[in-house]
C-alpha cells in the first residue's frame, strides 16, 4: 500500500496539464477564427469603399465640365478619409484617359479603398457623351 502513496496526485496533475494544453489549444483557434472574421469585414469594408470612389468619379464627370477638361491628358488624384478612425476606411480616386483607347471620349477610373490592412481596387472604363456643353457617361464597364 506504501507504493501507491502518490500515483493519485500523478494522475491528477497530468490530467490537469492535458486539460491546459487543451484549453491553450481552443483559446488559440478561436483568436484565429476572430482575426480572419476581422479581416473579412475589413475586406467588404473597402470593397465597398472603392465603389464609392468609382461613384464620385461618375458623378465629378457628370457635373463638372471643368474635371472632364483636366482628366483628358492627365490624371487628377482624389484621396478621402472616412471618419476619425483608422478602422473607417478611406478611399483613393485616379481618374484620366483609358490607357487603352486613343480617344478624347473615354476615361479610367481607378478607386482603391483601404480599411486597416484590408485593400480593394475596382476599375470602371467610361465612354462620354458630349451633349450641349455638358459631358454625361454613356456608358460604364467595371472591372474587379
Same mark, same amino acid.
Given at each position: 500500500m506504501g507504493r501507491e502513496r502518490g500515483s493519485a496526485t500523478l494522475l491528477a496533475l497530468i490530467m490537469m496539464m492535458l486539460l491546459g494544453s487543451m484549453g491553450m489549444a481552443l483559446l488559440l483557434l478561436s483568436n484565429t477564427d476572430l482575426q480572419i472574421a476581422s479581416?473579412?469585414?475589413?475586406?467588404?469594408?473597402?470593397?465597398?469603399?472603392? =465603389?464609392? $470612389? %468609382?461613384?464620385?468619379?461618375? !458623378?465629378? +464627370?457628370?457635373?463638372?465640365?471643368?474635371?472632364? *477638361?483636366? &482628366? =483628358?491628358? $492627365? %490624371?487628377?488624384?482624389?484621396? !478621402?478619409? +472616412?471618419?476619425?478612425?483608422?478602422?473607417?476606411? *478611406?478611399? &483613393?480616386?485616379?481618374?484620366?484617359?483609358?490607357?487603352?483607347?486613343n480617344n478624347t471620349k473615354t476615361r479610367q477610373i481607378v478607386a482603391t479603398g483601404m480599411v486597416n490592412q484590408a485593400k480593394r481596387q475596382v476599375v470602371a472604363n467610361i465612354t462620354l457623351a458630349v451633349t450641349t456643353g455638358e459631358c454625361q457617361p454613356l456608358m460604364i464597364i467595371w472591372n474587379y
Open positions: 479581416n473579412h469585414r475589413d475586406g467588404i469594408r473597402a470593397q465597398y469603399l472603392a =465603389e464609392a $470612389g %468609382i461613384q464620385y468619379g461618375v !458623378s465629378k +464627370l457628370k457635373t463638372d465640365a471643368e474635371f472632364v *477638361s483636366q &482628366t =483628358e491628358t $492627365g %490624371i487628377n488624384i482624389t484621396t !478621402s478619409t +472616412l471618419g476619425a478612425l483608422p478602422t473607417a476606411g *478611406s478611399y &483613393t480616386v485616379q481618374t484620366g484617359p483609358d490607357p487603352q483607347f
